[in-house]
């Protein structure tokens, strides 16, 4: 039977849970997080990124966070707290159900981008 993207967001949404940008700053502060940006390159040019964040456009993802794939990312590992966003916090959460199901505890979604702008968090600006 076919899933629509609704019932992937549902399902996400059900099992990764939803912080906000202050609740993410106090994460962050306590060390030992992989703060996480899904989006795809050409919107971190243009934009920015949240301080300290590691791209990985959601489309590499699980090549990234597999430490049996040879594009493993070191700076994940299963024990860190990740805290995902992309531009309006749908990709972070099907990133964050995927982090899950892949064996990865501590997974927050901060939602959007522009939230965490708008609450005052660090940003590097993109390089223009």
């Known amino acids: 039977m076919a899933i629509s993207v609704k019932q992937m967001l549902e399902a996400a949404n059900a099992v990764v849970t ?3 940008p202050a609740q993410a700053k106090e994460m962050i502060g306590k060390g030992n997080t992989l703060v996480l940006d899904v989006r795809d390159a050409p919107e971190i040019e243009k934009s920015g990124k949240i301080h ?20 493993h990312d070191k700076a994940f590992a299963k024990e860190k707290t990740v805290i995902l966003y992309c531009a309006s916090g749908g990709r972070s959460a099907l990133a964050g159900k995927v982090l899950k199901d892949m064996g990865y505890a501590h997974v927050y979604n901060v939602g959007a981008f522009k939230d965490w702008v708008d609450a005052g968090g660090a940003i590097e600006k993109p390089v223009i």
């Open 18 to 20: 939803k912080i906000t």
């Open 52 to 71: 300290g964040a590691v791209n990985v456009s959601r489309g590499m993802l699980e090549f990234r966070a597999d430490p049996e794939s040879p594009y």
